[in-house]
């Protein structure tokens, strides 16, 4: 019986072998001085330099080194589409939030790994943009019609809104008990107006205007450029115009659900509405099929992919990408003070809430200055 390695040492043995060849080099042509200084320069490089695994996942559960493997993708926190930077993607299991493309790119990969036997996505998420919530609803259907291979989707407290969306082309749904599920809806922009101002106050020491009369005006070029603009209303035709396109999203998200479940587009538009459903209501409704806790639902996807329980492990793709000398001594980079977390994902989401609709559940609360 043979034991395998932990996973960072094999690139640990790689880095130690190209340190020995390359400083013999040096010895030979730069003598005893430049032998030492390579040394020195060549060890500070390899601990400095970001760790290069040989392998993509890190053992979560189960037999560590088992070839046969279910992998956990987790949807946590407000969907979003992709990060802009690679900041953004190191940091988003830290404050809270999923890029749907990135959950997207994950299952494409694990689709080409035979060592993958099943997928199991863990949801806890109060939804977000829609583009976000189909790319992972679009990852999942893929990854099922490529492997034939079972992926289960676990609530742990909540699924609502782009969550729903995401998670319902999964094989089977499975929500923790006392969860919250549902939310099918579409929520718009929010636009104010500022009927009548006599004051615009810029905050503390920043001075202000107050005066019994205020006039503002815009300076555009295209009708309705200027939506948004707190100190006009919105005109009929402009508010047909929103409401138009919410409908069109709005329908497409019922007929995507009726479709994946198999549940009458009626019966979502006219009894269950946006509604946010208990345990035993969403069952009844068919968007899970049924209170299991994780390790249950763990189990019975196992059970689906064959796999003798206590032989196979929990894996899920590596995050953590800190220099070797970190990780040898535990150092780990700190996550954002938690304040910063939850101002990160408001100005996300009220951003994109400015500009889109959204698939989501629960107030963004937006605070405008």
């Known amino acids: 019986m043979t034991r395998s390695l932990p996973p960072f040492w094999p690139s640990v043995f790689h880095r130690c072998g190209v340190i020995f060849f390359g400083t013999l080099t ?18 500070l490089g390899v601990l400095l ?17 088992s070839r046969d493997r279910i992998l956990r993708i987790d949807i946590t926190g407000p969907i979003l589409g992709s990060p802009q930077n690679e ?47 189909q790319a992972i609803a679009e990852g999942i259907r893929s990854y099922r019609a490529a ?19 995401a998670m319902v082309t999964a094989d089977r749904i499975y929500a923790d008990h006392g969860s919250m ?47 948004g ?22 329908s497409k998200f019922i007929n995507h659900v009726a479709q994946a479940r198999g549940i009458d587009p009626s019966v979502i538009r006219n009894k269950m509405g946006a509604m ?10 068919r968007l899970i099929d049924g209170t299991r806790s994780r390790p249950d639902t763990l189990s019975a996807l196992a059970s689906a992919a064959k796999l003798k329980e206590g032989e ?12 070797l000398i970190n990780q040898l001594f535990g150092v780990q980079s700190p996550p954002p003070a938690p304040e910063t977390q939850q101002m990160w994902k408001q100005e996300q989401l009220c951003a994109l809430s400015q500009l889109r609709a959204l698939a989501y559940y629960g107030s963004l609360s937006c605070h405008r200055q």
């Open 26 to 43: 040096f010895f030979f042509t730069l003598g005893v001085v430049g032998f030492s200084a390579t040394i020195f320069f060549a060890l």
């Open 49 to 65: 330099a970001p760790a290069s695994e040989t392998s993509p996942y890190e053992h979560v559960s189960g037999k560590e080194g």
């Open 87 to 133: 900041e953004d993607s190191f940091f988003a299991p830290l404050v809270g939030v999923t890029y749907g493309y990135e959950v997207q790119r994950q299952l494409a990969e694990a689709a080409k790994d035979e060592t993958i036997k099943a997928v199991f996505v863990n949801i806890s998420t109060p939804g977000g943009t829609i583009f976000g919530s």
């Open 147 to 165: 492997t034939q291979k079972p992926l289960y989707a676990f609530i742990e407290g909540i699924s609502a809104s782009g969550g729903v969306w």
């Open 181 to 227: 599920i549902g939310s099918i809806g579409i929520l718009g922009p929010s636009v104010f107006y500022y009927d009548r101002p006599t004051s615009l106050d810029n905050g503390l020491l920043m001075g202000g205007v107050t005066a019994n009369r205020i006039e503002e005006r815009t300076l555009s070029a295209g009708r309705s450029k200027d939506i």
């Open 229 to 250: 603009n707190p100190f006009r209303r919105l005109t009929p035709q402009e508010i047909e115009v929103f409401q138009a396109g919410l409908e069109q999203e709005y």
């Open 276 to 285: 946010i459903f208990s345990n035993e209501q969403a069952q009844r409704y």
């Open 312 to 323: 196979y492990a929990l894996v899920r793709f590596r995050r953590d990408r800190s220099p």
